[in-house]
Structure formats: structure tokens, C-alpha cells
Nanobody
Framework: QVQLVESGGGLVQAGGSLRLSCAASGRNFSINAWGWYRQAPGKQRELVATIASGGSTNYSDSVKGRFTISRDNAKNTVYLQMNSLKPEDTAVYYC?????????WGKGTLVTVSS
């Protein structure tokens, strides 16, 4: 059974930076594609960044050029470096495989960006 624990969220001013981490338990971390998802208040959860097993990355238009996803297979951890944060980035951020596995969702980590 895979368990995901997200961390690194917090309160930051617009223009600031945060680095999120997602630690995964269980096997097969390195062969999976991973993604960072977010859910803002009153909105549906959206996928904002993905990283394939080989390391290739993709980003939603809303975060392209500001966010960077990376992975450390030795540590079973996925990261999201978030720069130039905007108030509209305020959300709970989750990691999961791509495509998502419903049974893997963790509690997420809250990012709040003040204007």
C-alpha cells in the first residue's frame, strides 16, 4: 500500500517562493510518473506539473515558467519548487501518480499566497 505525505506549504507573500516535498512509501516509485495537483477553495482539483519515470516534465499554462517539478528516486520523493507565487496559487497541493490513483491521495499541504 502506497502512502503519500506532502509537506512544505505555508503562508508566503506574492512574489515569494516555497518548495513542496512528497514522500512516498511502498515499492515501484521509480517506475511511476508523478504529478502535483492542487485544489483551490470552491474549485475542482487540477494537475499542475508532471514528471515521467525518465525525468521529462510538463506543466499547466498557469504555472509554466514559475514552478519546477523534480524527483529523487533514491529517496522516493517528489518536489515542487514554486517561484514568483501569485495569490491565485493559493490551494491545497497534493501529489499522486499520473494518472492518479484514487487510493493514494494524502492530506495535502496548504499554500496560501497573500497579496
Amino acid at each position: 500500500q502506497v502512502q503519500l505525505v506532502e509537506s512544505g506549504g505555508g503562508l508566503v507573500q506574492a512574489g515569494g517562493s516555497l518548495r513542496l516535498s512528497c514522500a512516498a512509501s511502498g515499492r515501484n516509485f521509480s517506475i511511476n510518473a508523478w504529478g502535483w495537483y492542487r485544489q483551490a477553495p470552491g474549485k475542482q482539483r487540477e494537475l499542475v506539473a508532471t514528471i515521467a519515470s525518465g525525468g521529462s516534465t510538463n506543466y499547466s499554462d498557469s504555472v509554466k515558467g514559475r514552478f519546477t517539478i523534480s524527483r529523487d528516486n533514491a529517496k522516493n520523493t517528489v518536489y515542487l519548487q514554486m517561484n514568483s507565487l501569485k495569490p491565485e496559487d493559493t490551494a491545497v497541493y497534493y501529489c499522486n501518480t499520473v494518472p492518479e490513483a484514487m487510493e493514494y491521495w494524502g492530506k495535502g499541504t496548504l499554500v496560501t499566497v497573500s497579496s
